[in-house]
């Protein structure tokens, strides 16, 4: 069973394994590995988004050890759902996705915008939990494919 707790609960240990992960990191933007400083700059900064009116950002655990995170946060002035995940349970995106339409709802979200990057192939699993992309953006010097999930 997955659990949802606040997103400066976990140890940072547990964090770098993640978010070190090459798996992980081929799916999100271009950055150097984190270490336990850039790590804390990195949390301090969610931490923050967080406290944003109509964000929530939550560390996901299984058995109680991290396998991700995700939530809603804003980037660009747009609210974009947030969902990363430990290789081993990329099964369970539609579960977490669940939950953050709930937390969309409940902060009166009517669409959410998900950034994935354009090296990222279109499966047919992506194409059911995103749609179709609806533009490509340059977020960071990274490029995306931006889709629109509607609450």
């Not at 969902?83 to 953050?100: A, D």
């Not at 902060?107 to 609806?134: M, S």
């Not at 990274?142 to 629109?148: G, P, S």
Request: with cysteine; aromatic share 8%.
């Amino acid at each position: 069973m997955l659990t949802y707790h606040k997103i400066n609960t976990s140890p940072s240990e547990e964090w770098l394994e993640l978010l070190n992960s090459d798996l992980v990191r081929k799916h999100l933007m271009q950055h150097p590995l984190f270490t336990t400083d850039t790590f804390r700059i990195w949390l301090q900064s969610k931490i923050k988004v967080d406290q944003e009116p109509r964000c929530i950002l939550r560390a996901i655990r299984s058995d109680g050890k991290l396998i991700g995170w995700c939530g809603i946060q804003i980037e660009s002035g747009d609210y974009e759902l947030a969902l990363v995940l430990s290789p081993k349970f990329w099964g369970h995106g539609r579960e977490v996705m669940s939950q953050i339409k709930l937390w969309a709802q409940e902060l009166g979200h009517k669409q959410l915008l998900a950034h994935l990057p354009q090296t990222r192939p279109q499966t047919k699993a992506l194409e059911r939990l995103f749609g179709k992309p609806i533009r490509a953006s340059n977020i960071q010097e990274n490029v995306f494919n931006t889709y629109r999930i509607e609450i």
